[in-house]
């Protein structure tokens, strides 16, 4: 057990500092100006070089370190999202970006690390940029300050550009005093736990694995929750779907009330 404890916390160490490196790549090509993007599967299913150089760096960088590692490998996996919000970032909304990556053992999210390159880069010109965000289960999540939204509000956040009539039902039953749309499951998550939003809604499938597995870690570590639309957990094993299918709901409080307040119809919409 204490083997595991250590290789886990060597992982964990290395996906901070290749994290912060891939942050680095997503500023540069920015600044080279020169995105490349390319449709995966829609015009609103974009990738970039910064996807593809950020990819390459963690995915190269994490089997130099770990070589036995399976990276999407046994029971420990490893979700990798080099560039979360991509299309938010070739609109130059930068705050809405994160790189992503995860890690799950036996199917659970165990650990995860969450960088945000443009973190502060509307503070001005002489501003550092970047932060990078980091948690355990049953250690705790680090890097920023935990906050919740006033009592008695209810605001949700949902997506930006992949929204459709289920997600716009579903939001509407929670009954919001607001709604914000942006970009990025990590982005939303990191809304939770500074208290910007008491609720996440995405009651539509569209999210993947590698977009869920660091933010889970980091809600739950600070009590949060997150599952798909209809109460289920998220299981990461190396042969699951990547495809969230159901949706996700999460909140770092009162999940309860938000979960009876998702419609019959949603559910009947969305097969796990």
């Excluded at 938010?88 to 909304?93: A, I, K, P, R, S």
């Excluded at 890690?103 to 509307?122: D, F, L, R």
């Excluded at 970009?183 to 995405?202: D, H, P, R, T, W």
């Amino acid at each position: 057990m204490a083997s595991s404890h250590t290789v886990l916390m060597r992982l964990v160490a290395s996906a901070y500092s290749i994290a912060q490196k891939a942050g680095v790549i997503v500023r540069r090509v920015i600044a080279e100006g020169d995105l490349g993007i390319v449709e995966k599967t829609s015009a609103t299913d974009l990738q970039t070089k910064a996807d593809r150089l950020a990819q390459m760096s963690i995915c190269s960088s994490l089997a130099r370190k770990f070589p036995k590692l399976t990276i999407i490998g046994e029971e420990l996996v490893v979700w990798v999202d080099p560039l979360d919000g991509t299309k938010e970032y070739t609109e130059g909304l930068l705050d809405n970006v994160t790189v992503l990556i995860g890690i799950a053992y036996e199917g659970k999210a165990i650990a995860g690390v969450i960088n945000q390159p443009y973190y502060n880069y509307q503070a001005g010109p002489d501003a550092v940029l970047g932060r990078t965000i980091w948690g355990v289960l049953g250690l705790g999540a680090f890097g920023f300050q935990l906050k919740e939204v006033p009592v008695g509000k209810h605001i949700v956040t949902t997506t930006r550009s992949h929204s459709n009539k289920l997600v716009t039902d579903c939001v509407t039953a929670m009954n919001p005093d607001d709604v914000l749309r942006v970009g990025g499951a990590g982005n939303k998550i990191i809304q939770l736990i500074e208290g910007k939003a008491s609720a996440y809604v995405f009651a539509s499938p569209g999210c993947k694995k590698w977009d869920t597995c660091a933010p889970e870690v980091i809600l739950h570590a600070v009590g949060g929750k997150l599952t798909d639309i209809h109460g289920n957990d998220l299981h990461y094993n190396k042969e699951v779907k990547h495809m969230n299918s159901a949706g996700v709901l999460a909140t770092l409080r009162n999940y309860d009330y938000y979960a009876s307040r998702v419609p019959e119809s949603v559910k009947k919409a969305l097969v796990p």
